[in-house]
C-alpha cells in the first residue's frame, strides 16, 4: 500500500533508513534500503536548510515538505519520516496543513465509525476501506486491500466511475439488503482519472424521506409566513387606480411603466394629498406583485427611533427594546419594495446610513455586531424642496442623486382640472364600498362647481369632500346643497364662476335649500302649516307662496 502512496514514506532506525517506499527514494536519490546516513545529511540530500525548521520538526524547501514522527508501540523504536511533495501540496489548502490538528482530522475523516467509505485505483481494486464498511462486510481491518471491488461489494458502480471519470450523485444502491443513497467521485491527479472514491450519503431511503419531510414542513411554514406577510405589507392600488387622460397624468403613467421594468431608485415628488403612495404602490405592484411592499413615513417617527425602526434592533440594544429584538423595515422589504414617504424630514445622522445601505446593500442591527445583506428596491418621496434642502445643509447631497435616479413629479389637481370628472366618476363608482348607503350619483350642477373649485388639497381633499357629501345624500343625488359651503363659497363669491353661470348656479342652489327647509319643517309639525311657518321664521302666507306645486307629496 505505501508504493500507492505519492508522499514518501520512510522508517529510519539506528541512524539508516531501513525502509523506504519508491516515492521517497526517488526524491533522496539514493538506493533501495537499507541506506546508511545521518539525519542532517539526508535533509542535505534532499535540499532542505536547517533554518526552515518549523515546528515539530518539520522542514520546508520550494519542491518538498519533510516531517518526522516517533515510532510508538514498537521495542525498537526509530522516527516515521514523511516527505510531501509541494505538487500535492498546491491542492491542500495551506492553512490546513499547517493546522496542528491535522492528524486528528485525517484519523477522524478515514476512521470515522458512523461513515462508510471506499476508495479504489484505476483498475478497481480497493485501496482503502474505512471500518465502518469493513465491520459491516464482516473483513478484519486491511483484509480487502488489493481485491477488486467488484469482489467485496454487490451492485457497485465504483470501479466503473474510475474507468469513467463520471461522477454518480446521490445514487441507490443495495448492500446485504439495505438501500443505501451513495456518492462516487472520481479522483484525478494532473488532469487523469487515477481511482474513485465512494461513500453512503444515507443509510436508508426511511432517513431520507424523513429529511425530505422535514424540509417539506419548514417549506411550508416558511411560504405561510411568507403569505402571512404579503397580506400584512400588499399593496391597495395599481396602475388602473392613476385616474386621468391629460398630459400631465399621462406622462405620470409613462414614468411608471418604466420604473417598473427596473430596480433603480425612484424619488416621487409633489403636493400633499397629490397621491405619491398610490404611485409607490403602482410602481411597485406592476413590477412584483407578490414581494412585499413596506412604507415608512419618515415624519411619523421619533428621531430617536428611526435607526431602529429601519434597521431593526438585537435583544437589549436599549431601554424599552423587547426581549427578543426586532426585524427592521429594511429587511422585512427583502426582493420587495421599502417606501420611504417624506424622506425630506429623514434626520441626518439617518441619511448617513441609509447612504450606507444603498452603497453596501447590507446593514447593521442596532446593538449589533454583524452586517446582514439585504436587497429590496428603494422609493421614496417627498412633499418639499429638497434641492432648498442641500442648500441649507438639511439633505445630503450624495444621498440625494443617489435616491434620484428615476424622477416623478406628480403634478397638483389645479393643473389638470379636465381630470376631475373622471375622479369625480371614479369616486362615486367607489361609494357602494365606502358608504352604508351609496347615492345614485351626482347632479350636473354639483359637477360644475366641483370642476371649479381649486383643490388646495388635490385628489386626497376631492375625495374627502365626495366622501362627506355622499352620506348627506343619502341614498339620492349629489346637489349643490349636500356640497360643504367653503365650496359654495370659493367657486360662485370667489369668481371661478362668473356671469349666467355663477346666477343660475346660486339661484338653484337657494332653490333647493328652501325646498328642503320647507319639507323638513312640514314633517316636524305634522303638515301644521302655522307651526312650520313659526320654525321657518316666515309669515304663514309667505310659507304657502314659497310651497312648491307638489307640496302635498311632502306632508307626512
Known amino acids: 500500500m505505501l508504493e500507492r502512496l505519492s508522499d514518501g514514506v520512510a522508517l529510519y532506525r539506528g541512524g539508516a533508513v531501513v525502509r523506504a517506499n519508491e516515492a521517497f527514494v526517488k526524491a533522496a536519490g539514493t538506493g533501495p534500503p537499507p541506506i546508511e546516513i545521518t539525519l542532517p545529511s539526508l535533509l542535505d540530500k534532499l535540499g532542505f536548510d536547517p533554518g526552515t525548521k518549523g515546528e515539530g520538526g518539520s522542514f520546508s524547501s520550494p519542491r ?8 510508538e508501540g514498537d521495542e525498537e523504536g526509530g522516527l516515521l519520516l514523511v516527505l510531501h511533495h509541494r505538487d500535492l501540496l498546491s491542492a491542500i489548502d495551506e492553512r490546513f496543513a499547517n493546522n496542528p490538528y491535522v492528524e486528528e482530522c485525517l484519523r477522524f475523516l478515514l476512521h470515522n465509525p458512523y461513515e462508510g467509505m471506499n476508495i479504489v485505483d484505476r483498475e478497481g481494486r ?3 476501506m474505512s471500518p465502518a464498511h469493513e465491520k459491516f462486510f464482516g473483513f478484519p481491518p486491511g483484509g480487502v486491500v488489493g481485491r477488486h471491488v467488484k469482489d467485496v461489494i454487490e451492485n457497485t458502480r465504483l470501479h466503473i466511475v474510475s474507468r469513467t471519470g463520471i461522477a ?5 444502491q443495495m448492500m446485504k439488503g439495505h438501500e443505501r443513497i451513495v456518492v462516487r467521485i472520481p479522483l484525478r491527479r494532473d488532469g487523469e482519472v487515477v481511482g474513485a472514491i465512494g461513500k453512503v450519503m444515507f443509510k436508508d431511503l426511511h432517513q431520507l424521506k424523513l429529511m425530505a419531510r422535514e424540509l417539506e414542513i419548514l417549506q411550508e411554514k416558511i411560504a405561510g409566513f411568507k403569505e402571512k406577510l404579503g397580506d400584512v405589507y400588499a399593496t391597495k392600488y395599481s396602475l388602473a387606480d392613476i ?14 411603466r418604466e420604473a417598473a421594468r427596473t430596480r433603480l431608485p425612484v424619488l416621487i415628488t409633489g403636493e400633499s394629498g397629490t397621491g405619491k403612495e398610490l404611485i409607490a404602490q403602482a410602481i411597485h405592484a406592476e413590477g412584483s406583485q407578490r414581494e412585499p411592499f413596506i412604507p415608512v413615513n419618515c415624519s411619523a417617527i421619533p428621531e430617536s427611533l428611526v435607526e431602529s425602526e429601519l434597521f431593526g434592533y438585537e435583544k437589549g440594544a436599549f431601554t424599552g427594546a423587547e426581549r427578543t429584538g426586532r426585524i427592521g423595515k429594511f429587511e422585512l422589504g427583502e426582493g420587495g419594495t421599502v417606501f420611504l414617504d417624506e424622506i425630506g424630514d429623514m434626520p441626518l445622522a ?17 446593538g449589533g455586531m454583524r452586517s446582514i ?16 434642502l442641500l442648500a441649507e445643509s438639511r439633505f445630503r447631497e450624495d444621498l440625494y442623486y443617489r435616491i434620484n435616479a428615476i ?7 389645479r393643473e389638470h382640472p379636465e381630470d376631475i370628472p373622471l375622479l369625480i366618476a371614479h369616486v362615486v363608482s367607489r361609494f357602494p364600498e365606502k358608504l352604508r348607503v351609496a347615492p345614485k350619483g351626482i347632479h350636473q350642477d354639483a359637477k360644475t362647481l366641483l370642476s371649479a373649485y381649486g383643490w388646495p388639497g388635490n385628489v386626497r381633499e376631492l375625495i374627502n369632500v365626495m366622501e362627506w357629501s355622499g352620506n348627506l345624500a343619502g341614498g339620492g343625488e349629489i346637489l349643490p346643497e349636500h356640497l360643504p359651503p367653503h365650496i359654495i363659497q370659493t367657486t360662485i363669491g370667489g369668481g371661478f364662476l362668473q356671469g349666467k353661470e355663477a346666477c343660475g348656479l346660486l339661484r338653484e342652489v337657494v332653490r333647493q335649500a328652501e325646498e328642503n327647509a320647507i319639507a323638513q319643517s312640514l314633517r316636524l309639525s305634522e303638515g301644521n302649516h302655522v307651526k312650520a311657518a313659526k320654525m321657518l321664521g316666515i309669515h304663514r302666507s309667505e310659507l304657502y307662496r314659497k310651497l312648491p306645486k ?3 307629496r311632502v306632508k307626512p
Open 64 to 71: 518538498y515538505r519533510f516531517r518526522s514522527f516517533p515510532v
Open 126 to 128: 480497493i485501496v482503502y
Open 168 to 172: 454518480e450523485v446521490g445514487k441507490t
Open 243 to 256: 385616474v386621468g387622460e391629460s398630459p400631465a397624468v399621462r406622462e405620470v403613467k409613462t414614468l411608471v
Open 350 to 366: 439617518s441619511q448617513t446610513k441609509l447612504l450606507r445601505v444603498l452603497q453596501e446593500g447590507e446593514i447593521q442591527r442596532v
Open 373 to 388: 445583506r439585504v436587497n429590496f428596491r428603494l422609493i421614496t418621496a417627498t412633499n418639499r424642496d429638497l434641492k432648498s
Open 407 to 413: 424622477h416623478i413629479h406628480v403634478p397638483p389637481l
Open 550 to 552: 307638489d307640496w302635498k
